[in-house]
């Protein structure tokens, strides 16, 4: 199990080499090293623009709280540093929220998805629990007052860092004539 402090040395279960637990992860209960999962690939870094506010935690199935509901609302909060580049968004009536899944347990390759129960990898699923931890939830905007965004229908839990927001295509405005 990858449960060793920060620091402690482990053995890669695929390829037998050192790892620590900030180069490898957990797949299936087991560390596998960043080299084994990826190749020689250069990691993104992304900063957050603001962070989930609201009373869902992180229950023991996986997503949101232990009712999760798509009629809860929750409050996006935005870094202060965002607000030029928010013109027109109070318009919209929904928006794509892309966010980190910070609070991962480790990935397993099959598993029973939440959805319909059918054994699924991943990449077939929206668990939070994945070797990139990012999620997107299209939601509702109630309400944008300054940098702070009231939501509906985001399913993160509170303190969930926010990576972007973009316009849905699914809801779009229709364009103005010209
Ligand atoms: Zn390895």
Redesign the pocket.
């Known amino acids: 199990m990858l449960s060793a402090e920060a620091g402690d040395t482990m053995l890669?279960?695929?390829?037998?080499?050192a790892?620590t637990p900030e180069d490898?992860r957990t797949v299936d209960g087991e560390p596998?090293?960043l080299?084994?999962?990826y190749g020689d690939v250069k990691p993104v870094m992304v900063y957050p623009i603001g962070v989930v506010k609201n009373d869902r935690r992180r229950n023991e199935k996986g997503f949101g709280s232990s009712s999760p509901t798509r009629s809860d609302t929750s409050e996006i909060h935005l870094h202060p540093g965002m607000a030029p580049f928010m013109k027109g968004l109070e318009d919209e009536s929904h928006l794509v929220v892309v966010w980190q899944a910070h609070r991962p347990r480790g990935v397993k390759t099959i598993f029973a998805r939440g959805w319909d129960g059918k054994r699924v990898g991943p990449f077939a699923s929206r668990t939070p629990d994945r070797l990139s931890p990012i999620a997107i939830t299209e939601v509702v905007l109630l309400e944008a007052e300054g940098t702070v965004l009231s939501v509906r229908g985001l399913d993160a839990i509170n303190g969930t860092p926010v990576l972007d927001i973009k316009m849905s295509l699914s809801h779009p405005r229709p364009k103005p004539r010209k």
Request: charged share 10%; hydrophobic share 30%; proline share 0%.
């Open positions: 890669c279960f695929r390829c037998g080499s790892c490898a596998v090293c080299t084994c999962l």
